[in-house]
């Protein structure tokens, strides 16, 4: 049998607050691999939502962080779409990425929005937007603020008389007080006196007839299954839920759990309701720490009816709300509007206050040691030490030339690699690809092949077999979309203590083999031209970033994008620029090149002129120095406020060597100018921070005569940050 790997299939808040039980008594957790797999790296308390779009809350303040409450519970965290569950092989089947394979699986994957009647399906589908998932509803009522004064505005129309569709027309009423609200209702619908008093109070229309499809519209028409739900062959009630035993169990499968919207009790129907979702999380916590011990499940049983608070977000007024037990409607009266704010408010803290445990910022001495591309040696010992070798003569270049692989291409090889920067497995192998193949590029080179080195925790052999096979797919799939194949390699077991998460203890490096057609040329770090452009690929910041997330003060959004953007190949960039050289034969589109790693922008940069300097020098040519333009230098979403509350990586103190170049020795100079950072000290002493921030799947940098940088410019994602000078 496969070795204990608990996969928790969606973040909806009974994992949640499974993931706190465990963060908060790390003793209660079971024993094994767990794995929590989410489509985003956030879930959005569904209880405050009416509030945000009232304006009473902000977004970020109702955000459940799923990443960083996997990481504080020692669970690994991948973001990916779930399409599916091979129930005979047991794996979860992932769009765009390979399988998960697991011996205990619980599903919380909530519902989508039932949008099936014949009418809705003749909306504009940018018109006609479901409430789930909120984040794209909320972005939608968003687009529509440009109308909340303009009463001659087309109505804005909520289909669904359920709470959810009632709770979002009042809110919307306090976020527009001008603009028409329709609310559409089944014929048979009926409302409580005071509830419809309160609705036509505040001028929401109640319709019970198809409005115009060309009015902006919310669905909030119910819940229902995803469809490869039902493709599964799980057993499953009219409404698609996943039936289950009372102890959680999937009938006719012991090793499967569901809760919340997608799964019910069979014989104990019960609506889709966030109620039954939070309090079916210790009976479900307590079975999955009895089950991996094997001990027998315990019997939930919940109740038939849950009380429910409307609220009404009135404009220039109390907030007021309703309570319901079944079909009993109360109210409306403040001090309810006050009792669901407190419950709101008490459940979110929760998951608040686990984030910013042990998140203060520590002496240097103390400081977490950094991941990913930061945990390389500092410069000053790695050069020494290459400077003191006779056997081996350093470099000019991170790729070597070992020699003609036929008669019209050259081979280059270079080597890199890190420990885990992240707990997702897969995604960290494409990253360690991406990043290893960037001293390829910078050489002009196409990578053709490599070979890896893994060196994995200490686990029982079929979990180390799961991790090995998603590191090397996740190396092999950022491979592939170059027409490059993973060879061959080696394997490692680690003799250390294995720590929570598992995936973290996993360490990769690459030796990548790269080719240079000879109808081509190698681009060297050395060769700059007075009068060059220097060009970046990318922005900056990602030391400062990780460094950060190491200590959960990331926002999760901005961890995403920068995850996106290092998620991306970069060898397209190589390519383009040899379509110009094509054209423009009798010229160098590039005279030098590097990609910006472990030493930061200044350092490489500093690289690049002491190459070139050094050949000037022979020939008695005069050194040239590089103009840096601080204004222009791209820094990814957040860097900035992140550096004012202290983080940075821990190789950046190191890296300051690489500051006396500025106005410093003659033949190797740097000139910073700015209109906004250079008058500013704290603002020009962050950038100075930014220059020597090690950056993992970092940009390239191009030195280019001007006659061809705006060209590069111009077809994207390049961007100039200054230009070589004498």
């Known amino acids: 049998m496969f070795s204990d790997h608990l996969v928790l299939a969606g973040g909806g808040h009974t994992h949640a607050l499974v993931m706190l039980r465990w963060a908060m008594n790390p003793k209660l957790k079971p024993a094994g691999m767990i794995t929590l797999v989410n489509k985003s790296s956030t879930t959005i308390y569904s209880g405050m939502f009416p509030g945000v779009i009232a304006g009473k809350y902000k977004i970020d303040e109702i955000l459940i962080d799923l990443r960083n409450l996997a990481s504080k519970a020692g669970v690994s965290f991948v973001m990916a779409e779930i399409e599916g569950i091979d129930l005979k092989k047991k794996n979860l089947l992932l769009s765009g990425r390979p399988e998960i394979e697991y ?37 939608f009522i968003v687009d529509q603020d440009i109308h909340k004064d303009n009463s001659s505005a087309k109505p804005f129309v909520i289909i669904g008389g359920g709470f959810a569709g009632i709770e979002i027309a009042f809110s919307l009423r306090k976020r527009w007080p001008e603009r028409s609200i329709i609310l559409k209702v089944k014929s048979r619908r009926k409302f409580s006196k005071n509830l419809l008093k309160k609705l036509k109070d505040l001028k929401i229309q109640i319709i019970k007839k198809d409005p115009s499809v060309l009015y902006p519209t919310l669905i909030c028409t119910g819940n229902k299954s995803f469809e490869w739900i039902k493709d599964s062959g799980f057993p499953i009630d009219e409404n698609g839920r996943i039936l289950t035993k009372k102890t959680l169990q999937v009938l006719n499968y012991p090793g499967l759990f569901a809760v919340g919207d997608c799964g019910v009790i069979k014989d104990h129907p019960r609506p889709s309701s966030g109620v039954w979702a939070v309090r079916s999380a210790k009976p479900l916590a307590k079975n999955l720490e009895r089950i991996s011990k094997g001990l027998k499940l315990k019997e939930w049983k919940p109740q038939r009816k849950a009380i429910q608070l409307l609220d009404i977000n009135y404009i220039n007024m109390k907030s007021k709300a309703f309570i319901s037990w079944g079909e009993v409607i109360i109210g409306p009266f403040d001090f309810l509007s006050r009792l669901k704010e407190s419950i709101d408010k008490k459940f979110v803290s929760k998951f608040h206050f686990i984030q910013d445990i042990n998140t203060e910022m520590l002496a240097e001495k103390e400081m977490i040691k950094c991941r990913g ?52 497995t897969w995604l960290n192998g494409r990253l360690l690809a991406f990043h290893s193949c960037s001293d390829i590029w910078a050489c002009g080179g196409s990578v053709i092949s490599a070979q890896s080195v893994v060196k994995l925790p ?44 598992f995936s973290l203890g996993i360490e990769g490096s690459l030796t990548v083999n790269g080719v240079i057609d000879d109808k081509k040329y190698f681009w060297s770090k050395g060769g700059m031209k007075k009068g060059d452009q220097i060009l970046i690929s990318r922005s900056l910041g990602t030391g400062i970033i990780f460094s950060a997330f190491m200590n959960s003060q990331v926002k999760p959004y901005v961890l995403d994008s920068v995850l996106k953007e290092m998620n991306k190949s970069q060898h397209y960039l190589v390519d383009f620029i040899y379509q110009l050289t094509n054209i423009n034969s009798n010229s160098k589109i590039v005279n030098a090149c590097t990609d910006i790693t472990g030493f930061g922008l200044l350092g490489h940069l500093s690289e690049m002129l002491e190459s070139t300097n050094s050949d000037r020098l022979k020939m008695n040519i005069e050194p040239l120095k590089i103009i840096l333009e601080l204004d222009h ?44 950072f250079v008058p500013n000290k704290s603002l020009y002493n962050a950038m100075l921070k930014i220059l020597v921030d090690p950056q993992t799947c970092g940009p390239l940098v191009v030195s280019c005569p001007s006659i061809h940088s705006e060209k590069l410019i111009e077809k994207g994602p390049w961007i100039r940050i200054g230009f070589v000078s004498e």
């Open 103 to 139: 011996s205990l699986l619980s599903m919380n994957i909530g519902t989508k929005t039932n949008f099936n009647s014949k009418s809705e399906i003749a909306w504009d589908k940018d018109l006609a937007v479901p409430i789930k998932p909120f984040s794209e509803s909320y972005k």
């Open 373 to 424: 591309c930061a945990a390389k040696l500092p410069f000053t010992p790695l050069s020494s030490a290459l400077k003191k070798l006779d056997l081996i003569e350093s470099p000019k270049d991170d790729s070597i030339d070992i020699g003609i692989l036929n008669s019209c291409k050259t081979l280059i090889q270079s080597v890199d690699g890190f420990p885990s920067l992240i707990s997702d």
């Open 458 to 501: 200490s686990l029982p052999n079929d979990l180390q077999q799961e991790l090995l096979f998603q590191v090397l797919e996740g190396i092999n799939s950022a491979l592939s979309i170059q027409g490059a194949k993973l060879i061959g390699g080696h394997t490692l077991e680690s003799r250390k203590t294995s720590k929570e998460p």
């Open 633 to 676: 230098i791209p820094i990814y979403d957040g860097v900035k406020e992140l550096l004012e509350k202290g983080y940075e990586s821990t190789l950046a103190s190191s890296n300051q060597v690489f500051l006396k170049n500025i106005d410093g020795d003659k033949n190797l100079r740097f000139e910073l100018v700015s209109n906004d």
